[in-house]
């Protein structure tokens, strides 16, 4: 609480937007950019993130610009001038940034944006991450994601992202559980027939959820093959 008695509360949500690709097939960053205008959340964790967003411009340059916000990169592949991976944005300060990587041999290359902001004078750690598709792959990032969550356990942590988990109370899924409180099961996935909860939000011990729910609606449906998940979080 503040030193008026008010809870201090944040807005997140994670949402995997398809490098940019809808369900009609159609690349359109502009719609996109709509539904993260709709979320209006204080920190927002996107994954397949095409960085190219058209000749001669950025996304981090248009998101930072459109968005009015702080851009925090985090690709997992580069070649050339292409990038593609994750990204974080944030209306708080950030007190410092580092990417983390998740790499298996012989998978496609994942990465953790590992982040620390300024929630009106609580620092705020935040975890943002794609997990990848195969079940002992996912295993051996969930055990590095603890792994780094043991190394700053003084900070209140907010993990989020497409963990992919098919199978919500098993293997690494349940690993994860056992350390922080998840977000109630929301499906995300696919987005124009939502059957699997593959998005999530996770909160370390002393933070509390409020509401939690999809943005489920026909520009959602349409935009990605995913609907951005959303929550409310109640801060110590």
């Known amino acids: 609480m503040d030193e008026t008695g008010a809870q201090r509360r944040l807005t997140a949500a994670t949402y995997n937007i398809h490098a940019w690709v ?4 159609q690349w359109n960053p502009s719609r996109v950019l709509e539904i993260m205008h709709a979320l209006d959340v204080d920190i927002l964790a996107l994954q397949e993130v095409d960085f190219l967003w058209s000749e001669g411009a950025t996304a981090e340059e248009v998101l930072c610009r459109e968005m009015g916000c702080q851009v925090l990169p985090g690709p997992t592949m580069v070649r050339g001038t292409s990038r593609y991976g994750n990204m974080l944005l944030t209306r708080l300060p950030v007190l410092s940034y580092d990417q983390r990587d998740l790499a298996v041999d012989g998978r496609e290359p994942r990465c953790c944006i590992d982040a620390l902001l300024d ?37 209140p942590t907010i993990l989020l992202g497409d963990f992919n988990f098919w199978m919500p109370l098993f293997g690494a899924s349940a690993r994860l559980t056992h350390r922080v409180k998840a977000s109630p099961l929301t499906r995300t996935f696919p987005a124009n027939r939502p059957l699997l ?10 933070m509390r959820f409020g509401r939690v729910g999809s943005l489920d609606t026909p520009a959602t449906r349409l935009a990605s093959d995913h609907l951005p998940l959303q929550a409310e979080i109640i801060l110590p």
């Not at 809808?22 to 097939?25: E, I």
């Not at 909860?197 to 002393?206: E, F, K, T, V, W």
């Open 22 to 25: 809808g369900t009609d097939g």
């Open 119 to 155: 929630a009106d004078g609580t620092s705020v750690r935040v975890l943002a991450t794609h997990l990848g598709l195969k079940r002992n792959e996912r295993i051996c990032q969930v055990r590095s994601l603890l792994a780094a969550l043991d190394e700053d356990g003084e900070y």
């Open 197 to 206: 909860a593959l998005d999530r939000i996770y909160l370390s011990d002393g």
